[in-house]
């Protein structure tokens, strides 16, 4: 189980595909209109749903899911809770973390782990 996780958070980490969105592209899109702003919450949204789908599998198979959050989260949760981890990272001296090459869905990821684990 913890090799799947493993492998799962390195795949997330090494992946470069051209639709991922870095911290920089996401704090521009913020300062420069509504409709931008409103893509990047659909944008995270989307990574959202993706990691809600995948617990829910975990689940299906009697696994442990990655996260547990409640069931209230709203979008300006998911905001909050990207930022605040990529804010973390960032601050953390001689880390490889850059708002370049950090993909605002890594972020979103690991701040629910922390954030919900699973007890």
């Known amino acids: 189980m913890r090799a799947l996780i493993a492998l ?4 997330l980490l090494l992946s470069n595909t051209a639709n991922a969105v870095n911290y920089q592209q996401y704090k521009a899109a913020k ?3 509504r409709q931008m ?3 990047m919450k659909g944008y995270l949204s989307g990574v959202q749903m993706g990691l809600y789908l995948s617990n829910k599998e975990m689940k299906s198979r009697g696994q442990v899911p990655f996260f547990c959050p409640p069931d209230s989260l709203t979008p300006s949760d998911l905001v909050n809770i990207m930022e605040t981890t990529f804010d973390a990272k960032i601050a953390i001296p001689n880390t ?3 708002e370049e090459n950090t993909d605002i869905g890594i972020a ?3 701040g629910l782990l922390s954030k919900y684990p699973c007890k």
């Open 8 to 11: 799962s958070l390195a795949s």
């Open 31 to 33: 300062s420069e209109n």
């Open 37 to 39: 702003w409103m893509a």
């Open 96 to 98: 490889k973390v850059t």
């Open 108 to 110: 979103l990821t690991f």
